[in-house]
């Protein structure tokens, strides 16, 4: 079962990374609008369309796992994305993490060890 914590890591590496390249594109993106401008802007984002590629292959890779492990095993380790979140977040924008956050993100680990045992 340690291969599914493996593939889980990588997949909700991707899953974070979609995440962090969606958030600086957002920063950068126009205020919503139904105009030209708006839509050009967002198809010439390059932030954004990294954050749709890595999205894609965070799905495929999910289908791999869903079909060759039991959900009960994989559903619960998508919760490390939420620790890659979670440092994405103090690195790349630098956010201020509590102590609780990082007792959360503990206790997110060890639930996954625990799941995948």
């Known amino acids: ?30 205020p919503f609008g139904w105009t030209r ?37 994989a559903y619960p380790m998508i919760s490390l994305s939420y620790v890659f979140g979670l440092i994405a977040a103090m690195l790349f924008f630098h956010e201020s993490v509590s102590m609780m956050k990082w007792v959360g993100v503990g206790l997110i680990i060890l639930g996954c060890c625990v799941i995948a045992k």
């Open 1 to 30: 079962m340690w291969r599914v914590i493996l593939l889980a890591v990588i997949q909700s590496s991707l899953l974070a990374g979609g995440q962090v390249f969606l958030k600086f594109a957002l920063q950068k993106m126009l």
């Open 37 to 73: 401008t708006f839509w050009l802007s967002l198809l010439l984002n390059w932030q954004f369309a990294c954050s749709g590629v890595l999205f894609g292959l965070s799905s495929i890779l999910w289908l791999y796992i869903v079909k060759h492990y039991p959900l009960s095993v």
